[in-house]
């Protein structure tokens, strides 16, 4: 099936199924979906600069990729009367050894032959830590690695989240083979997203199809 097909009835009626699930777990309780920034398209940045914290968690989630992960989990944690936010990544990728480990925070550090220079994690680092925040990688070879990163979530220095529905949809929608495991927690309530239940849900229609993917843009 082409992606630029039109839904027939039969899939028009699993997407209503999907939507019919997610309203069905939020009954019962008050939810109030985030409210995300929208500060443009991704691609119109330059990767370097790291402003957005979108931006920041699309370089890690890329480096799980190349680590061949195929679960990525992404956490993110807006706590206002601890005053932080923690964003934690986890991956089941062929994970570092302690050497690798240790330099992974290097800014001149790349197991990449074909770059020279690694700025994502120490970037990361320097950015939790320029809010009184923390940092820390965990990493074990051959079961994947996770990145935690505290900020001060008031704090004048902590970069913006930028656009997060952008960032997840081009992960969630331009690869078949990861699958990811989203929560977002706020004083509101909490969201979370499994692609592995959606794609049991769609059945032979993939994340990439122009209604799907509408349908996740209306749903993040």
Do not use: W
């Amino acid at each position: 099936m082409s992606p630029h097909e039109p839904f027939t009835e039969r899939e028009g009626n699993l997407v209503l199924n999907i939507q019919s699930d997610f309203l069905l777990k939020r009954e019962g309780y008050e939810y109030s979906r985030p409210k995300v920034p929208r500060l443009g398209d991704l691609g119109g940045r330059k990767r370097y600069q790291m402003k957005d914290l979108s931006l920041h968690i699309l370089d890690i989630v890329q480096n799980s990729i190349r680590a061949k992960a195929k679960l990525i989990g992404i956490e993110i944690a807006e706590i206002p009367d601890r005053n932080k936010l923690i964003i934690t990544i986890t991956d089941d990728g062929i994970g570092m050894n302690p050497e690798q480990l240790q330099s992974a925070i290097d800014p001149f550090y790349t197991s990449r032959t074909t770059r020279k220079v690694g700025l994502g994690l120490s970037l990361f680092k320097q950015n939790a830590e320029m809010t009184g925040g923390l940092f820390n990688i965990e990493s074990e070879l051959g079961k994947g690695t996770t990145v935690t990163a505290v900020f001060g979530l008031n704090h004048i220095d902590r970069p913006v989240m930028g656009d997060l529905i952008g960032a997840l949809l081009l992960l969630i929608c331009s690869s078949s083979e990861t699958d990811y495991v989203f929560k977002h927690q706020t004083p509101s309530g909490e969201f979370g997203l499994d692609t592995r239940e959606l794609k049991q849900m769609l059945e032979n229609v993939p994340l990439n199809h122009p209604e799907v993917r509408l349908f996740l843009k209306e749903m993040l």
